[in-house]
Structure formats: structure tokens, C-alpha cells
């Protein structure tokens, strides 16, 4: 007789772990299955614990070097890249052995393998020995998350042609490396390098990076990343890499139809992800695809078998770990005959860098696509007593608000713990908080998050400090 579960949960990432715990939370008989031998997914392992590690480690480096600047003197400053990578590991394989406890702490069955559709109940475990378990479900959940994308002819090797997950264990720092593609995750990985001595490049097609940003953020951000002296090559087309002794060769093309090249040690191609579909065995069971290849669900995240669902990568919406493990907490609440909801327009989205830039809600391209009437609140941090305090004041923040109601619609910062900052802002358009609200809530000074409260008065033209 095969071990039967009432939800079969395939992925342990962000998505997966999370919803495998609030199933057993509620009293289901959860079973999760992951492949990569740790839970975690992507976020854990090879992309958000790890990233943020290095920015750290990259930046306390970057600023020990500039300390004599600010009156203390130290010795000379050496990098031990090697010990800076394992301590790196160290913070993953916390995180993920803390997951495996929650699971055991929860009652969640952990199979390591590569979860398959035999049929819409029937789940095969395919371990590392290839031995092979069945499993019966009465309901699964498919969140088996995404996979770097190259461009097209190009394939990874992880040591010179790197995506994301190799651009976190590089064995020595590049004299030169070239980044294809200017969103969040090249970004990232190009200050990490970047302050550890590497001359980094990043190649662009659009006309700005992080796209889909509030342009006068994006704008903003390009500034100062150029200041901290890194290269961009702005709606330039990457015609083709090509590997040789000392490293590669970057072919480019420019607007003005120019050719040129880049030779360079490491080439990190950071261009999107894609769904990681490849091994379900979806044909079997006949789960409907969208054009990109991403499972369709209803609402409810219920794909067309009505027993079984999809969330985080492998759905419509942006990759993000915090989008997944929403999801994660309202399907299970779903499964269980609640009612699990997710409010797509209050997804912060954070760039991890010195200084962080965050957003949530609208940008004012949307509004003004939307032909929507807003008002528009700034505050720089030049203006904030913390800021300038601590030798942190580039930036700004920016809240937008409805014209006729005030209710905030959307806020954007770029500045010193913006990722923290913007949650205030989240809370608020939850909550459907005008500016005046925020602004007539008193902040603690001397902080930060001065700074949002005096955009807030912004929106009204009555900002004391600017």
C-alpha cells in the first residue's frame, strides 16, 4: 500500500516550505518533496540568503577601507575571499537546517528527490541513487520554483559564463566582469564584486535600468551606482560571448548601430528567470500552460485538475521569495476551507544595495498609463538629521498619493535601510491609508523614517524640513 497524504507540496523553497507548514498547521497531513537535497529553494541555497551575505560582508569591506575618512585609523585592510565564503555557507546551511527543524517541529514528511506526476493523485520520489517511491495525494501543491535564463546559443558554465547562482562562489575576485542585464539580481551581484576590486560593466538593452521601476528612482539609482564606478552601456545589444584563454569576449551592439566588444575574466548573465517545469511530467496529466510557460490557475491558485494547485515561480507574478510564501499561506488556508488572499498591489520589491532602493504599489508610469489623477511627495535624505549624521544621505523618498482622496497609491525610496523603510508604507496602503495619515503619525527622532513622514507632508506641499 502506497503512504498516503492529504496535500503533496512539490518544492521546499519559499513557496513550498511555507505552505507545507501551515497545511500541517491546520491539521492536514502534509507531505513536502524537494531535490536539491536542502530546503529552502533558490532563495536559501543560491540566491537571497547568500546574495545578501556577500553585499554585507562587500560593504563592511568597502567601508573598513574608507574608515581613516572618518577619523579611525586601521591597519591595512587585506580580503580573504575564501573565508568570506564560508562564512557565507555558514549563514545557508543555518537557515536551511532551521527549515528541516521546523518541518520535524511541524510534523511535515521530507522527501529528498525529484517530484513527478504519475498521475493526478499518484506522485513519484526519484532520489539520488535513482530509487524510486510512490506517494498518493489527495491534493498537491506545484511550486518547484525557476531557473536563471542564458541568452539564446549560450549556455552556462558556472565559472566563466556565470549566472546568479555562480556569481556567488567565484574563487577569486575578476579584474573585469561584464553583467548582461541591469535588473535586481545583476545589480546585486555587480556592487559585490564591485567593491571587492572588480571593474564591473553592465550591459543594458532598455533605455534604464531596473525596468518597470519609477523612472526618477531608476534614474536616481544609475547616479550614484556610476559614482561608486560602475560602467554601464546603456540600449546595447549582446550579439554574442565568445570564451577564450583569459576569459571572454562581450560582442556588442549599440543604438547607433556601432559594434564594439569587451573583453573581460567572468561574464554574469543576469537576464530573468523561467519556470522550473522540466521534470513534473505535466503532459501526463494535461496542466494548462500559459504562452511563457508558467501553470494557469484561478483565483484560488487551482490549476484546470481541480485537485491540484500552483504558486510562487511557476504562476504569474514577480519572482519574489515574500510573493511565494503569501501564496504559500493562502493556498493552504484555501485547501483547508478558508480563505487565503494575497493583495498583489502591497509586494514590496527591494534592490539590496548601499543604498537600498525599494518599491511598493504604483510607479508614476503606471498612474499616468491609468490616465489616474496623483499628487507627488518628496523628501531627500540630505534633509534627514540620521542620515547626515552617519554619512548616508544620498537619495530620497517618494510617496504617491491619490489626487481627490490622498489615499497613497504607491511609494518608491532610494536611501540608507529602504528596504526596511518601505514597509511602514505597505502597512499603510493595506490598511487604505491616506498620506495624511502617515504624515500626522509622529516618528521617532532621529530616524530614517523621518524621512517618509516629511514626504508624506510632501504630498500636501507642507514638508517642515525641505
Request: aromatic letters at 6%; glycine letters at 10%; charged letters at 25%.
Amino acid at each position: 500500500m502506497l503512504e498516503k497524504f492529504q496535500v503533496v507540496v512539490i518544492g521546499g523553497g519559499p513557496a513550498g516550505y511555507v505552505c507545507a507548514i501551515r497545511l500541517a498547521q491546520l491539521g492536514l497531513k502534509t507531505a513536502c518533496i524537494e531535490s536539491r537535497g536542502s530546503l529552502g529553494g533558490t532563495c536559501l541555497n543560491v540566491g537571497c540568503i547568500p546574495s545578501k551575505n556577500l553585499l554585507n560582508l562587500s560593504d563592511n569591506y568597502h567601508k573598513a577601507k574608507n574608515l581613516s575618512k572618518l577619523g579611525i585609523e586601521v591597519g591595512e585592510v587585506k580580503l580573504n575571499l575564501e573565508k568570506m565564503m564560508k562564512n557565507k555557507d555558514k549563514a545557508v546551511t543555518i537557515l536551511t537546517k532551521g527549515v528541516e527543524f521546523l518541518f520535524k517541529k511541524n510534523k511535515v514528511s521530507y522527501f529528498k528527490g525529484i517530484g513527478s506526476f504519475k498521475s493526478a493523485n499518484k506522485i513519484s520520489i526519484l532520489d539520488i541513487k535513482n530509487k524510486e517511491t510512490l506517494i498518493e495525494a489527495e491534493k498537491t501543491v506545484i511550486c518547484t520554483g525557476s531557473l536563471p535564463v542564458s541568452l539564446p546559443g549560450i549556455k552556462f558554465d558556472e565559472k566563466i559564463i556565470v549566472s546568479s547562482t555562480g556569481a556567488l562562489t567565484l574563487q577569486s575576485v575578476p579584474k573585469k566582469m561584464v553583467i548582461v542585464g541591469g535588473g535586481y539580481i545583476g545589480l546585486e551581484m555587480g556592487s559585490v564584486w564591485s567593491r571587492l576590486g572588480a571593474e564591473v560593466h553592465v550591459v543594458e538593452f532598455l533605455e534604464n535600468i531596473t525596468p518597470g521601476m519609477d523612472k526618477e528612482i531608476s534614474v536616481e539609482f544609475m547616479k550614484i551606482l556610476k559614482k561608486q564606478g560602475i560602467n554601464f552601456h546603456m540600449e546595447t545589444k549582446v550579439e554574442g560571448i565568445k570564451k577564450n584563454s583569459k576569459g571572454a569576449t562581450v560582442n556588442t551592439v549599440g543604438k547607433n548601430g556601432k559594434n564594439s566588444s569587451l573583453e573581460c575574466e567572468v561574464v554574469l548573465i543576469s537576464v530573468g528567470r523561467r519556470p522550473n517545469t522540466d521534470k513534473l511530467n505535466l503532459n501526463t496529466i494535461g496542466i494548462e500552460l500559459d504562452e511563457k510557460k508558467r501553470i494557469k490557475t484561478n483565483k484560488n491558485f487551482q490549476t484546470n485538475i481541480s485537485n491540484i494547485y500552483a504558486i510562487g515561480d511557476v504562476i504569474q507574478g514577480p519572482m519574489l521569495a515574500h510573493k511565494a510564501e503569501d501564496e504559500g499561506i493562502a493556498v493552504a488556508e484555501n485547501i483547508a476551507g478558508q480563505s487565503g488572499h494575497v493583495n498583489y498591489d502591497t509586494i514590496p520589491g527591494v534592490v539590496y544595495t548601499t543604498p537600498e532602493v525599494a518599491t511598493v504599489g504604483k510607479t508614476e508610469e503606471q498612474l499616468k498609463k491609468l490616465n489616474k489623477e496623483y499628487k507627488v511627495g518628496k523628501f531627500s535624505f540630505m534633509a534627514n538629521s540620521r542620515a547626515k549624521a552617519i554619512d548616508e544621505a544620498e537619495g530620497f523618498v517618494k510617496i504617491l498619493a491619490d489626487q481627490k482622496t490622498d489615499k497613497v497609491l504607491g511609494a518608491h525610496i532610494i536611501g540608507p535601510h529602504a528596504g526596511e523603510l518601505i514597509a511602514e508604507i505597505g502597512i499603510a496602503m493595506e490598511f487604505g491609508a491616506s498620506a495624511e495619515d502617515i504624515a500626522r503619525t509622529c516618528h521617532a527622532h532621529p530616524t530614517f523614517s523621518e524621512a517618509v513622514k516629511e514626504a508624506a507632508l510632501s504630498v500636501d506641499k507642507r514638508a517642515i524640513h525641505s
